[in-house]
């Protein structure tokens, strides 16, 4: 069965990139861990705050890959620790986030088992634009062979007569 996209519509154009940007999402873990906050930070900031208690500077990595901000640690086992009782246990997670066109990831710090990775989304500016109409008889010229790549259909039949 075909799965129908709301994307598909013939009033979507250029939405193809949107459309896998959802898909990421809805693929994105569904695993609680480790948990984590989303904060408003000054004007034009976001900070990403998460609970990684136990894990040290060298088990973390933050990369950005496209549009993908990916948060991974990763703790090894000490094989000379003997536990009498494990409730905390070395595990390894990842956590990923799909970052908006033009959303720049500013810094990322540990502090008290909380990592904060800080990121900074552009100013909105109104775009508007005028578009010319013109005529269908009146169709720009241009003479002969332009830089612009455009060919003078008149000047070429006569040249050739």
Request: hydrophobic share 40%.
């Amino acid at each position: 069965m075909a799965r129908l996209s709301l994307f598909s519509s013939p009033l979507m154009l250029g939405f193809e990139q949107f459309e896998q940007t959802l898909n990421q999402v809805t693929k994105a873990s569904s695993d609680g861990y480790p948990p984590y906050n989303i904060e408003k930070s000054g004007e034009n900031g976001l900070c990403i705050t998460l609970a990684v208690a136990g894990f040290g500077l060298g088990d973390l990595q933050v990369k950005v890959e496209d549009n993908q901000l990916r948060i991974s640690g990763r703790q090894e086992d000490d094989p000379a620790r003997v536990f009498l009782h494990r409730g905390i246990a070395a595990r390894q997670f990842q956590r990923s986030f799909v970052l908006a066109d033009g959303i720049k990831v500013t810094g990322a710090h540990l502090s008290n088992g909380l990592l904060s990775v800080e990121l900074e989304r552009p100013t909105q500016e109104a775009r508007v634009r005028t578009i010319e109409i013109v005529s269908a008889g009146a169709a720009p010229r241009s003479a002969g062979d332009g830089a612009d790549g455009t060919i003078d259909i008149d000047a070429r039949s006569r040249s050739a007569g």
